[in-house]
Every structure is written in C-alpha cells, then in structure tokens.
C-alpha cells in the first residue's frame, strides 16, 4: 500500500498554525507527550509509547565466542523492525530509509557510546561471552520513532537480567535456568538519552519543535536527534533533512537537550526499578495483560485532562525554557550575518551556565559526524577555552 | 479455561487492530485493507491476502512460517475476497509475551482484529489449543509448563456458525479416540470463546445504541 | 428492545454470519431490501459485518459499521488529494484502493477553451459518477443539471484532517446539533467527504485547530460527551490567542 499523499492544504495549515503559536494537539512548541513504560512478564522486554507512538523491545542473550581482537569482552547488537502494523506503507522485511536512519540512532547511542560495560558480560577470556540481542519492532507510528525506540531498548537492557553461569574446571561452562539460580543484573554506567528537535523554516525564521508527531515530520525542513546521556557527552548527533541552519542554534538545541537529559533518564531508571521490585513482592509478574492502553483510550483521557487542567488554571505561565530558548533564537536570526558566522557572539556568552557541560568526551566520535557536527566540536571547545 | 481479554482499535494507525491474551500469552494483531495491491500481487477476481508474524524477538523463522500459513489459510476461508477483487488485505501480528499458545491467541487476535477494522466475511472464527497429558486427561488452554509435560497437543480454529472445523494442526501423537475427545471439548470451549467475541463487540457500539 | 432513533430502528448488534432473517423471494410476497454489511445467500439474510443492526420505515436493512478504510460507493460526496494530471484526467486520491479520476470538463462551466487547472496537492470535493468493485472510481464536479452546488476545488487556507468513517457519517448533516454547538462559538465552513477526510475553514487558525480538536473528540467518546466538552475545548485553545 502506498502511503497517502499530502496535500498542500494540510502542509500549509500545520505552518500556518506554527506562525499562529500553536500546534494540532495543542503542546508547546519544546513539550513531550507522554511517555509510559511498561513491562513484559518476561525479563528485558518493554513497549514504550510517546503520545500514540508506541514500541516494543526485547532483550535476548546466548552465549557466544568472543571476537579475537577483544578477547574479554562481551557483545551487543541492536536491531530495528518496521511491519505494516507501524503504518500501512511500510513493507514487511524490506528495509527503508527510516529503517537504516533508526538503525543509525540506535547503534550510535547504545552500542558505540558503550554505555553498557562489555567487560562484565565475558563468560572465560578468549572462550565465551555473553551476546546481548535488542530487538526493537515499532507497533505504531505517530512521529519521533528514534526517541521512542531509544526509549524502549535502554529500558529493556536495563530491567534484562542474564542467567547465571558457573564455569567448570575444565572449561566447560554450564547455564542456569532462572528457576536454579538467581539472575543477574545488567549493569548500566550512563543511561543514553535520545531527544529529537523538528525545524520549520518560514520566511527565514526559523520555528523549533521538540518531539515532531508524524504530520509535522512530513511537512518539517528538517531535524535534529541529539543522542546523550545526563554525564555531559554527546553519543551521536543526526542531521537529516534539507535545512541548514547557524551552528549556535544547534548548540542552543543541544543545551536545551543537555537540561531535559537527567529527568528523562532518571524517569527510566524509576520505572524499571519500580517494576523489579515489584517482581520481587509478586511470585507471578503478569505483563502486558491489563495494563497496556489502547490508543483511543490513551486518545481520551488526554483530551479529559486536557479540558481538566484549562478549567483550573486560567492563566497559565509559559514554561521557563521555551521563551529562554525561542528568545535566544530571535537574537541569532538578527545578530547573525550568514557571511560571517565564524565568531560567536556575546548573547551566546552570557549563557554559558548550561554550555560547559557540553564536553567533547572522545574526539573519535566526533570525527565520524558530518560538517556541522565537526563544527559543533570546533565551537565547544573554544567555550571550553 | 484460561482467562481471555482484548482491546479493540488498539493502534492508532491500523484500519483495525486487537490486543489479545489468552492466559499470560498476549497477541497483537493489525488489519489493513482492502487496500492498493502491486502489481505483481493483484488478482482479477479476488482480494489479495497476505498474513505476517512477527515474533518478539528476531527475524521470523520456519517456526513463524508455520504460523504464517495456518493463520492465512484460516483467513481466506472466512473473508468474502471476491468482494474487492484487485486489491490487497494485510495482516500483521505481534508476538508481545509468550506462555505457549501463540497460535490460538494470535488466531483469535486476527479474528477481532478483522472484526474492529469491519472486513466483510462469512462469520467469526475461534481458536482453542488443547493438550493431552501421560495420565490421559484433556488440558483446554494449557501453560508453558503443562505444555512441557504433555504428550500431544492440538489446536482447532472453528468457524462461528456450525462450528466446523476451519484449520486443525497438531503435534505429537493422538489416537482417534483421544483426537475426537480433544476436538469434542474444543468444540464447547469455542462456544465461550464466540461468547466473548460478541460481548466485545456489542461493548464497542454500546455507545451508539444509546445516542445518534 | 429496539430503539427509534432518526428514521432508522435499532434492532442490535450483529456479527458477520448471524442470522437476520428468513427471505424466499418465491414464498415472501412483502419486498425488502438490504443494505450495506448483509448478504442474501440460501434464502437466508446474513451479516457480513460487525456493527449496529438498522431497519427503516421501508424495510431497508442496513448495519452500520465502524471503519477506517473507505471503499467507494457511487454518488457519495468525497474530498480528494490531486495527484497529477494524464492527459484530459487528473488523477485523484480519495483513500480508496484505486485511484480515480476526473475530466477537466466534469467542473461547472469547463469547456475545451475554459480549462480547469488544478495543481497537484490540491484539494478537490466531489462526488463519485462510477464506483464499483470491477471499474476505476470517476469523480465528477457537477449534478445532471451541469451545476457546482457546491462542489469544486476547496479554497486556500482551510484545515484538512482525517476521521474515522461513522464520524464523517455523523457530521455530514449541517444541521447536527453538535456542529451547530460549535457554531456558536465561532462562524465556520465544514465541508465533510464521506471517505473521511473534513475541511474546514474559519478566519482565525487557532479556532480551526480548536474544531479540529473539537471534531476529534468524537472518535473516543459519545456525541453527548463530546457535545458537553466543546467550550472547554475552546477554553484550552483560547489562551493561544491571547498571546
């Protein structure tokens, strides 16, 4: 099936409505629908829905050889599934540009930024490491798939715990079922956090949208997925689309993802604790019965609160970071000549508070990104300087 | 029996979608169609079926080919495809949570699913999976570790009229006797399982009875 | 238990292959007919369909259906997406499997020299001349007396946004009481396709969006529900305008 065109009304309405202040389903131009975790009967296994996006992941291991050049260390792989079932254009098994992007996003923010200690999943040097398979498979599309599948895989590695081995004298290792011995825990050192900004470009002004649904990702210039965690580095950075923008709005973007990082990490970590200590109280976990919501009802208590909130409070105050961020963009659109943009400019200074946390963990990752991100280096560094 | 549950018009995208569990196996099945076809697809008389099985982990193997077939055979009995010939009608399911009957729920899940998306077809269809244990007796909707212990097992998809069987696939050795005692008692266990099809259904237009 | 409601009695929820009645054209004197979601097969009426079983005054059997998927009824009122132009036709979105088309003289007061232009992404409402499960949809622009009443091309700077089929069904009459309550509210142009898609056009954007929010509302909930939840719907929206 073909997916179904987009009509010039519907593209310049969503602008139309930007330019107005507003969005369809009624966010701020920087607010997050809302996320909710959820967990399998099984360990590692987790769906993740933003708003009607919703995604589940799995987390399989087996035992494995290790790979000659890193003897002690265990490995990790991380795959990512479009079906019909996510929107019905999609074909099944046949891989797609959003695939190869999300596939991108993912091996980047959890594989390469090594945020999971590889070393503690070796079995015996040089004989057999633990293997950990993600499998993430998108049920629904409705926008910002790179933040929800992020989402769902580092939640299923958390809250995964790998069978217990004993290793025998002679070699010969031997695998507990999870009713011999308890299992183990995965061990995390930085949690990845992956947040997605959507540019419109309008008569040379430049609108910013944080979690884009999917009407406003088809009609958007283009977009930018910062992929970190809440230590201060940045373990990917995607650029796609035909949008070229100053690089102090990317590094305002980047501050902006730098200060929401801690509570959206934080918020997976409580979930998954949550739901491993309750583990521990009940003898059978039931997982998804019963506790999975539909999209209509998901649908439906969102306009309910929607109307709750507005009847209570009648005036109510911009949030903080919007005008803050939205302000420092204006000032850039003005003060920036596009001939001569090598100098950064005082407004950018002054608010360096959050900017020294952007630190430049590991010069190769850098050098892997494309041109605006080598920029992006060059530019953090001399802050730092 | 085991418990059974659903949610209708469970992702926003699909034409029609159903979260099934029977027991603590759980299903999500989506339809989309009828629907443009490829060319390489497209049949003069009749819709284009096409059933996928996703499991929770990894690429499908033999194993969800199985699956794949037994459900598309199921399918293509009960829909009436010579209504919309050159088009094409998608069935996708999700293995979510497994406890050893991932093919009576994920039959099931299809069959709701083709019910909320509003398919034209010849009835509904129910499928019930049962075991056989060394002792003798018969287990309807049995767990993982029941399962483990059996020494058959069978499952039965029955169409909603008459209750004929559809589709049968079996593992393991039955005898005659033990085959029609088992199919017997799936036949009156997929009685209840209609039941629950139409007061799901009749849940989901409880709201127009009352106003329009 | 059957209920009066609009022209239509509600006799019940049926699901596809349950029995509505008996019917042997050669016994049966009384003529019926049936409508969508029911089939006639063995002398027997049956659903095809889940849904809400109807019956009108003239014996007209119908079940409505919840739906997504448009499959096209010939002289239904659809909005299209233009997708290109092939030679005298342009081709047309309207959410079904096939594509239709339309002439660049299906439009009122077109002729050779007079030429329709449409680009593509435009939006188009019509109505369907052919549609049937063997032949490709037609659209058409004008009634048997050449007149628009109506149809055309949509105008700039309206909203367009997808609903579920029994939604569009139920706000395709102007005079449903909750289109009225949101017209109370602000002054509006509504123009609803039976494939699903609604245009709507107001003068401020953020009241668009509001009757969009509006509209929506009445895939989760009753029309009582929704009825009662318009103005705080507006609420919600009104602080936008105020910036």
Same mark, same amino acid.
């Given at each position: 099936?073909?997916?179904?065109?987009?009509?010039?009304?519907?593209?310049?309405?969503?602008?139309?409505?930007?330019? $107005?202040?507003?969005?369809?389903?009624?966010?701020?131009?920087?607010?997050?629908?809302?996320?909710?975790?959820?967990?399998?009967?099984?360990?590692?296994?987790?769906?993740?829905?933003?708003?009607? &996006?919703?995604?589940?992941?799995?987390?399989?291991?087996?035992?494995?050889?290790?790979?000659?050049?890193?003897?002690?260390?265990?490995?990790?792989?991380?795959?990512?599934?479009?079906?019909?079932?996510?929107?019905?254009?999609?074909?099944?098994?046949?891989?797609?540009?959003?695939?190869?992007?999300?596939?991108?996003?993912?091996?980047?923010?959890?594989?390469?930024?090594?945020?999971?200690?590889?070393?503690?999943?070796?079995?015996?040097?040089?004989?057999?490491?633990?293997?950990?398979?993600?499998?993430?498979?998108?049920?629904?599309?409705?926008?910002?798939?790179?933040?929800?599948?992020?989402?769902?895989?580092?939640?299923?590695?958390?809250?995964?715990?790998?069978?217990?081995?004993?290793?025998?004298?002679?070699?010969?290792?031997?695998?507990?079922?999870?009713?011999?011995?308890?299992?183990?825990?995965?061990?995390?050192?930085?949690?990845?956090?992956?947040?997605?900004?959507?540019?419109?470009?309008?008569?040379?002004?430049?609108?910013?949208?944080?979690?884009?649904?999917?009407?406003?990702?088809?009609?958007?210039?283009?977009?930018?997925?910062?992929?970190?965690?809440?230590?201060?580095?940045?373990?990917?950075?995607?650029?796609?689309?035909?949008? @070229?923008?100053?690089?102090?709005?990317?590094?305002?973007?980047?501050?902006?993802?730098?200060?929401?990082?801690? @509570?959206?990490?934080?918020?997976?970590?409580?979930?998954?604790?949550?739901?491993?200590?309750?583990?521990?109280?009940?003898?059978?976990?039931?997982?998804?019965?019963?506790?999975?919501? @539909?999209?209509?009802?998901?649908?439906?208590?969102?306009?309910?609160?929607?109307?709750?909130?507005?009847?209570?409070?009648?005036?109510?105050?911009?949030?903080?970071?919007?005008?803050? =961020?939205?302000?420092?963009?204006?000032?850039?659109?003005?003060?920036?000549?596009?001939?001569?943009?090598?100098?950064?400019?005082?407004?950018?200074?002054?608010?360096?508070?959050?900017?020294?946390?952007?630190?430049?963990?590991?010069?190769?990752?850098?050098?892997?990104?494309?041109?605006?991100?080598?920029?992006?280096?060059?530019?953090?560094?001399?802050?730092?300087? | 029996? $085991?418990?059974?549950?659903?949610? =209708?018009?469970?992702?926003?995208?699909?034409?029609?979608?159903?979260?099934?569990?029977?027991?603590?196996?759980?299903?999500?099945?989506?339809?989309?169609?009828?629907?443009?076809?490829?060319?390489?697809?497209?049949?003069?008389?009749?819709?284009?079926?096409?059933?996928?099985?996703?499991?929770?982990?990894? +690429?499908?193997?033999?194993?969800?080919?199985?699956?794949?077939?037994?459900?598309?055979?199921?399918?293509?009995?009960?829909?009436?495809?010579?209504?919309?010939?050159?088009?094409? &009608?998608?069935?996708?399911?999700?293995?979510?949570?497994?406890?050893?009957?991932?093919?009576?729920?994920?039959?099931?899940?299809?069959?709701?699913?083709?019910?909320?998306?509003?398919? +034209?077809?010849?009835?509904?269809?129910?499928?019930?999976?049962?075991?056989?244990?060394?002792?003798?007796?018969?287990?309807?909707?049995?767990?993982?570790?029941?399962?483990?212990?059996?020494?058959?097992?069978?499952?039965?998809?029955?169409?909603?009229?008459?209750?004929?069987?559809?589709?049968?696939?079996?593992?393991?050795?039955?005898?005659?006797?033990?085959?029609?005692?088992?199919?017997?008692?799936?036949?009156?266990?997929?009685?209840?399982?209609?039941?629950?099809?139409?007061?799901?259904?009749?849940?989901?237009?409880?709201?127009?009875?009352?106003?329009? | 238990?059957?209920?009066?409601?609009?022209?239509?009695?509600?006799?019940?929820?049926?699901?596809?292959?349950?029995?509505?009645?008996?019917?042997?054209?050669?016994?049966?004197?009384?003529?019926?007919?049936?409508?969508?979601?029911?089939?006639?097969?063995?002398?027997?009426?049956?659903?095809?369909?889940?849904?809400? %079983?109807?019956?009108?005054?003239?014996?007209?059997?119908?079940?409505?259906?919840?739906?997504?998927?448009?499959?096209?009824?010939?002289?239904?009122?659809?909005?299209?997406?233009?997708?290109?132009?092939?030679?005298?036709?342009?081709?047309?979105?309207?959410?079904?499997?096939?594509?239709?088309?339309?002439?660049?003289?299906?439009?009122?007061?077109?002729?050779?020299?007079?030429?329709?232009?449409?680009?593509?992404?435009?939006?188009?409402?019509?109505?369907?001349?052919?549609?049937?499960?063997?032949?490709?949809?037609?659209?058409?622009?004008?009634?048997?007396?050449?007149?628009?009443?109506?149809?055309?091309?949509?105008?700039?700077?309206?909203?367009?946004?997808?609903?579920?089929?029994?939604?569009?069904? %139920?706000?395709?009459?102007?005079?449903?009481?909750?289109?009225?309550?949101?017209?109370?509210?602000?002054?509006?142009?509504?123009?609803?396709?039976?494939?699903?898609?609604?245009?709507?056009?107001?003068?401020?954007?953020?009241?668009?969006?509001?009757?969009?929010?509006?509209?929506?509302? %009445?895939?989760?909930?009753?029309?009582?529900?929704?009825?009662?939840?318009?103005?705080?719907?507006?609420?919600?929206?009104?602080?936008?305008?105020?910036?």
């Amino acid at each position: 099936m073909k997916e179904v065109p987009l009509s010039t009304c519907e593209r310049t309405s969503i602008v139309s409505a930007l330019q $107005a202040g507003l969005r369809y389903d009624n966010r701020e131009f920087l607010e997050v629908r809302d996320i909710t975790l959820t967990f399998g009967k099984d360990y590692g296994c987790c769906t993740a829905t933003i708003g009607q &996006t919703r995604v589940i992941a799995q987390v399989t291991c087996e035992v494995v050889e290790p790979r000659p050049s890193r003897p002690n260390e265990g490995k990790l792989s991380v795959a990512v599934h479009l079906s019909p079932m996510a929107a019905p254009h999609f074909e099944p098994g046949r891989g797609n540009d959003l695939v190869d992007e999300l596939q991108l996003i993912l091996d980047r923010n959890i594989k390469e930024s090594r945020c999971l200690d590889l070393e503690s999943l070796c079995i015996m040097a040089d004989e057999s490491v633990w293997h950990l398979r993600v499998d993430v498979t998108v049920l629904n599309h409705a926008g910002n798939l790179g933040d929800a599948c992020n989402i769902a895989s580092v939640a299923a590695l958390r809250h995964f715990h790998r069978p217990d081995v004993t290793v025998e004298e002679d070699g010969r290792v031997t695998v507990h079922t999870l009713e011999e011995r308890e299992p183990i825990p995965t061990f995390m050192k930085k949690v990845p956090v992956c947040l997605t900004y959507a540019f419109f470009i309008v008569d040379d002004y430049c609108y910013m949208l944080m979690d884009p649904s999917e009407k406003e990702e088809r009609v958007m210039s283009g977009k930018l997925i910062v992929g970190l965690n809440p230590h201060g580095e940045i373990t990917s950075l995607v650029f796609p689309g035909r949008v @070229s923008l100053q690089k102090e709005q990317i590094v305002s973007c980047i501050r902006n993802a730098f200060s929401k990082a801690k @509570s959206s990490a934080e918020m997976v970590q409580k979930a998954v604790d949550e739901d491993i200590e309750k583990r521990k109280s009940l003898i059978k976990p039931e997982g998804f019965i019963n506790c999975l919501a @539909s999209d209509a009802r998901y649908a439906r208590q969102r306009i309910m609160r929607k109307i709750k909130t507005t009847s209570k409070t009648e005036f109510k105050i911009p949030q903080e970071p919007v005008e803050d =961020l939205q302000e420092s963009m204006d000032e850039i659109q003005i003060k920036f000549d596009p001939f001569d943009s090598d100098e950064v400019t005082t407004p950018m200074k002054v608010k360096q508070h959050t900017a020294k946390k952007v630190k430049v963990s590991k010069p190769r990752e850098v050098a892997s990104e494309s041109e605006e991100e080598e920029e992006e280096g060059k530019l953090t560094s001399q802050d730092l300087q | 029996m $085991a418990k059974h549950a659903c949610q =209708l018009n469970f992702l926003s995208r699909s034409d029609g979608s159903a979260l099934y569990s029977i027991g603590n196996t759980v299903a999500l099945a989506s339809v989309n169609g009828p629907g443009e076809v490829k060319k390489s697809n497209r049949h003069y008389n009749r819709s284009h079926l096409e059933v996928c099985y996703s499991p929770s982990t990894g +690429q499908s193997m033999i194993g969800e080919r199985t699956l794949e077939s037994v459900i598309l055979h199921t399918v293509e009995q009960v829909i009436l495809v010579h209504l919309h010939p050159r088009t094409a &009608t998608n069935v996708t399911i999700q293995e979510m949570q497994s406890d050893g009957l991932a093919l009576s729920t994920s039959v099931n899940a299809t069959c709701l699913a083709l019910l909320d998306a509003g398919v +034209q077809m010849k009835s509904p269809f129910a499928a019930v999976t049962c075991c056989l244990t060394p002792s003798g007796t018969i287990i309807i909707e049995p767990t993982e570790a029941e399962l483990k212990e059996s020494e058959a097992l069978a499952t039965f998809v029955f169409d909603g009229q008459a209750l004929n069987v559809l589709s049968a696939h079996q593992e393991g050795c039955l005898d005659s006797e033990n085959f029609y005692a088992c199919l017997r008692k799936c036949q009156t266990a997929a009685k209840d399982v209609l039941n629950f099809y139409r007061r799901i259904m009749e849940e989901k237009y409880s709201s127009d009875k009352s106003y329009n | 238990m059957s209920l009066k409601v609009g022209g239509a009695e509600i006799i019940g929820v049926v699901l596809p292959g349950d029995e509505i009645l008996q019917f042997n054209p050669d016994v049966n004197k009384e003529r019926i007919c049936i409508g969508p979601g029911l089939r006639w097969e063995d002398n027997v009426v049956r659903a095809t369909k889940p849904g809400i %079983l109807k019956k009108t005054t003239k014996k007209l059997y119908y079940v409505d259906t919840h739906q997504k998927r448009y499959i096209p009824q010939r002289r239904e009122f659809v909005i299209g997406i233009v997708l290109k132009k092939k030679g005298d036709y342009y081709t047309i979105d309207i959410g079904g499997s096939e594509q239709a088309t339309i002439s660049y003289l299906s439009f009122e007061n077109a002729s050779k020299k007079t030429r329709k232009e449409m680009k593509p992404g435009d939006l188009i409402f019509g109505q369907l001349l052919v549609a049937n499960k063997d032949m490709e949809p037609e659209m058409v622009c004008i009634d048997t007396y050449d007149r628009a009443v109506g149809m055309g091309s949509l105008p700039e700077g309206g909203i367009m946004f997808n609903v579920s089929l029994h939604v569009a069904r %139920l706000i395709v009459n102007p005079e449903n009481p909750f289109l009225l309550n949101i017209s109370k509210k602000v002054q509006y142009a509504i123009v609803t396709g039976f494939n699903g898609r609604v245009w709507v056009k107001a003068k401020k954007q953020s009241d668009m969006v509001a009757i969009m929010n509006c509209i929506l509302m %009445l895939e989760v909930m009753t029309l009582k529900e929704a009825n009662d939840n318009v103005f705080k719907v507006f609420e919600s929206f009104s602080r936008h305008g105020l910036k």
